[in-house]
Every structure is written in C-alpha cells, then in structure tokens.
DNA sequence: GTGAAAGCGCTAACAG
DNA sequence: CTGTTAGCGCTTTCAC
C-alpha cells in the first residue's frame, strides 16, 4: 500500500506534545518558534522519515511554486539548452519547473496549458508551436491572471511578456554577410510568416536585398515550417524548379541540416554548388561539415530571462508591467558563406 | 488578484442547483449521472470557464496521476530523445510527467528526489549521475512504497525495475569489429566503473580483446566520465604519453566528441591517425565529419518501457514484481572504423 | 511562544 | 440517479 503509510505533520505533532502548527512553523522556519522546538522538531522529522506533502501545502497556501513551462520540441539543440537554462535559473529560485512538450502540434499545447492550469502553475512560459494560429487559449491564461511569458516564438497577448532575440537584425546580418561575399541569387527558406520568428527574420532578410538594391525573387522565399524536413522539402523545390540560388538563408538550423541533406542527396556539395547560412546555432556545429555560419542565438539569456521576468510577475503581481525584452544576437563565421570558391 | 476568482465546482453546483458532488461526478465521465445533466453541466463548465484544481483533486484523490523523472542532462541527443519519448508515452497514458535535471550532480540529484516525493508522485524514473555512489535516497523511495524505474544509468535497488540496454553486447560488437578491421592497439575511455554503463561496456571491451587474444593494455583504458571534457582529456592523456593507440572506443557520443576536438587542436585526422568508434548515435550524426560509427541505443524504446513499466507498477502496485528488462543494440556503420586506410 | 478552529477544493463512501 | 457526510494534510487567522 504506502497510501496510508505516510507520515503527517500531526504525527510529529503527537509525538512531540506539542500541535500540528508549531510543527508546520518550526519546519518552515517561522520566527514564532522557539529555537530549541525548532531543533527538535527538525531532529524528529529526520527520525521519522517525514516528506512534506506539497498538494496540502499548496492547496492550502494557494500558490504552488511552480512554473510551467510549453515548449514544441525538445530534441533539438535550441530547445534543450533553452530548457536547460530555463531549469538551471529555476534551480536557483527554488522553484520548480513543470515542463511540458507540445511536440509542433497545437491541440497539444492547449491541453498541456489546460493541464498546466489545473495544476495551478504560478506562471507559464511558452513557445508557441509553428502551427499555433488561434490565442484563445493564451486570453484564458491571463483572465485567470496567471503572468505568461513568452519565449523566442511569441504571440501578442496583452498582459504578457516576451523574450525573443534580435531576429530581424540578426538576419539582416547574415545576409548583408552574403551579399558582401558577391551573392546575388539569395534564396530564403523561411519557416511560416504567421509565426513571429518567420516573419521577423524575413524582414531582416528583405532589408538586406532592399538596401543593396537586389530584388528578392518570390521563388526563392520559400515557406514550410521550422524543422528538418522543411529544409528538405525547400530545398528539393528549388531543385527541381530549374532555377537555382547561389545561396539559401535558412530560417532555423533544423532546416539547414534538412538542405545538407537534401543537398547529398542531390550529389551536390555545399559551399561549391550552393552555400547556406542560418539562423541558429548547435553544439556539434563545429563537427559538422562544412560547418555552418550562423546567427547566434544566447539561449542561456533566453531561458534565464523568461524565468526571471515571470519570477517578478509572480512576486509582485499587479504592479509589475509586463515587458519585452529582445536580446541582441550576434554572427558565427565557420567554414559554410566564408569564401567563394568557385563559378566564374 | 486573481487568488480568489477561482471558480470552483461549488460555483457551478450552485448555479444548476445541484451538488458539488453531481458535478465532481459528471466531469470525470462518471456512470452514476444521466446524460442530460452531464451535457449541462459540461456546457455551464464551459460557459463559467472552470478550471478543476489538482491540487485538491490530487490531496483527495491521494494520487497525483504524475510520473517524476530526475536525469542528469538534458542538451545532448541521449537524454533529450530519451525525455522526448517518456513524454510522449506517459501524454499517450494520460500522464503527467515533471521532470528534473540533476546536472550530472548527486546532491542535486537528491534535492530533485525529494521535491518529487513531496509532489506525491506516483512513480519515479531516474538514471543516476555519473557521480552518484549513494544508494540512501533510493532505499528511502522505495520506503515509502514508490515503483522506481531506472533508465540506462542504473542502481541495484531491491524492488526497482530497471530497463538498460545491452551494453556488454553492444560493446563487444563494436570492438570486434575493430579487431576484423585490423586494429590491435586499441584504447577504451571508458566514463567510471562505479557505473553500470561505464562497467558493462568495458566488460564487453574486454571479451573481445580476449577472445581475440589481444592483451589489455592498462594505461589505454581511461576513466574520467561520461561528458565530453572527459573525452577531450582522455585523448590528450592518450598523446601525452608517447603511446597512441589505433583505435579508440568512446564509452558514450559524447565522450567521442570531445576526442574529435582534442584530435582536430592536436592537428591529426580522424580515422587516418587514430580511428573512433562509440556507444551512443546522434541525430547530427550524419553531418559530422568524419561520421562516427556506433553502437545504436534505441532510446524510443528506453523511453516507452521505461514508462510502460513504471505505471504497470502504479496500477498493480504491490502485483507485480519489479522486472529488469535489456534492450538490444546494434552497430550502426558509417565513415568512421570502415576501411583501414593508412600505416603499414 | 503556542494552539484551536476553520477551510483550501475536491473525492469517496454511503445513504436515499 | 443524486446528495450528505467526512475527510485528504496542510496553512492561516486569531486567541491565549
């Protein structure tokens, strides 16, 4: 069983002579109580084995002291070092993070929010999925006043805060980077314009080509979504439309690694028949090959930040403003956009 | 506030002019409340935009329909694969999980076990750090008559279950073939003993050197970890020394990458002057160059049983004994420990 | 300094 | 089919 196993304050309360509050004080380090019961107290719960139970404390003390956090996908290097970053600050707070996994898919998220809720999560951080289109579910979150971060893929929700980076700029980077290195043909594989990141780094892109007066070719701004088999599919289009850019900027570094792919298969090479550049960074970039140029993304500062400022709105709930804090990015030169080797 | 605006099932009871207890009911589907009043009540729940409390349900309820998960890591594609899968089976079970990260730190480690026991979870998963060598905690889990689980980095705990895959095998596999190749002077960076994996896979290093009468050579099997730091300074141990082996087996992907680095500041190639192998895939892998063979863990599988077992032990608690179940692995070929391609 | 009373929001057991 | 009665284990007033 173990179900009535369980040892309860009253139990220490009754062995001590004393009442289940000054147990529940003592523990919690409440200056009520005297420094010796204190010690006692802490010494029996020892003795005893006692776990506190958290769904009392939390019903009774309403608040949880738990975040939870929605994000679309973990297997991949944004993702799980955002993730980490995001438990690490908790850590650090003592607070607890409850993580759910929308795995791209927006009935998903809501569910997990609706769960999220029930569980009466003091805040919430997310990152929408590529396919989140609808807010409602995000206008119930702030009805019930629960502070709500968003982080890197961000919706406009009044009352809510948003994290992201510099994504327009840190686009334009990248491809003034390229243009500077003689490119012309620019394709852009941009994941989906209704989603803030997609729509931010074209910007970024469009700025560039407009500044150096090159006009973007429709066909070469291609839309698909933000993962590996978007790059693929981007790319075996441009492929097979005849037409083929110098050079691809691809939304996010999943969608690059689909163009490699794509790219061996077709029995090209990268950077000699067309080079790439993302928006984006990995762990193992540097073993890859070619390794990738990239747009920098500080996902630590990300993951830190969204804690942190959700921290502040549970804290000081109704007097803090909600803020948006974009982060500035910066670019990674490797081996992929460094020099053209090649055409006339 | 937003504290008390909560709505609670006595709200809505109140409002139909029904118990609370016709509503708890209706809402959980149960058969004890005709049809009509169960659609109103769903409708009015909508309507009021209820969100049950877990926390209460949970105190009542006396279980939390929650599966805690503490592993060491969480940004490299073992761990992250392995969490997306338990993620995914424990959404398919209509179970929650909270996961935890200990970072590779058994105090932390602890700390996490003792918040997830104060959650009252319902069961627990974990695969230990590579320093944990105290088995307290998890005597006291199993104490308090929690199913325990174990994945990959395992303890022998009288009552848990444990679900590995075949590390010996996998093991013996991948330096056999090393030795079909060719290859005698063969070194292992092989994590620590005092972990399972870290025993197993040596154990299975040394079946094959025996069987092919290749002696051990001691100071080419390095301990030191599971992380790539451990790799980097095994390589260059390795260099030091005046002794460079062939052929290196890396106890995990990691591990192996940081040889690649330590091989790549060193100015040698891989495989020309030292060739790799290692327990453990990655889904960049095919971009790295070289590609590194492996020994594949299907970490889908890990993930699934891992959870499978865990809520077989929740649901029967006390029937069913606790398994230990091994997974197959198999070696998965590319650029690397191919073709001996250099030397005499 | 300590404790008694009340209640957080829900469910389980039983009675109607 | 529906409702009443009791808690789950803890924290929060507010007395003493």
């Not at 200056?31 to 005297?34: E, K």
């Not at 996908?73 to 991949?76: E, M």
């Given at each position: 069983m173990g179900r009535s196993s369980h040892i309860t304050l009253d139990d220490i309360a009754k062995r001590l002579n004393v009442s289940k509050v000054t147990v529940s004080k003592a523990l919690r380090g409440h200056?009520?109580?005297?420094k010796e019961t204190t010690q006692l107290v802490k010494k029996t719960v020892q003795e005893m084995g006692y776990t506190p139970n958290y769904m009392a404390r939390n019903l009774s003390s309403q608040h949880s002291n738990t975040i939870g956090v929605v994000i679309p996908?973990?297997?991949?290097f944004f993702f799980s070092s955002l993730i980490e970053s995001i438990y690490d600050t908790a850590f650090h707070n003592n607070y607890e993070i409850i993580l759910t996994v929308s795995q791209e898919n927006s009935e998903r998220e809501i569910k997990h929010i609706e769960s999220l809720l029930a569980m009466r999560v003091d805040g919430l951080i997310v990152s929408i999925t590529q396919q989140t289109r609808d807010h409602t579910i995000f206008e119930r979150v702030k009805k019930q006043g629960i502070p709500l971060t968003f982080v890197d893929r961000v919706f406009d929700i009044p009352g809510s805060s948003t994290i992201t980076v510099d994504d327009r700029g840190g686009s334009f980077m990248a491809i003034e980077h390229a243009i500077n290195l003689g490119y012309k043909k620019i394709a852009h594989l941009a994941g989906?314009?209704?989603?803030n990141i997609g729509l931010r780094r074209y910007q970024g892109f469009e700025d560039a080509m407009k500044l150096h007066g090159i006009p973007v070719n429709p066909d070469w701004v291609i839309y698909g979504g933000f993962g590996e088999e978007a790059g693929y599919r981007g790319f075996m289009r441009l492929l097979n439309s005849?037409?083929?850019?110098e050079f691809i900027f691809a939304v996010t570094y999943p969608v690059a690694l689909g163009v490699y792919a794509a790219v061996e298969e077709a029995g090209l090479k990268i950077p000699d028949d067309v080079d790439i550049m993302c928006f984006g960074n990995s762990d193992v970039n540097r073993f890859i090959s070619p390794s990738l140029s990239c747009v920098n993304q500080p996902t630590d500062k990300l993951g830190k930040t969204a804690v942190e400022l959700t921290l502040d709105q549970i804290r000081n709930i109704d007097m803090v403003e909600p803020q948006h804090i974009e982060i500035p990015t910066e670019l990674i030169l490797r081996e992929t956009c460094s020099v053209i080797s090649r055409r006339a």
């Open positions: 200056p009520d109580i005297s996908k973990i297997a991949h989906y314009p209704e989603i005849g037409n083929m850019p």
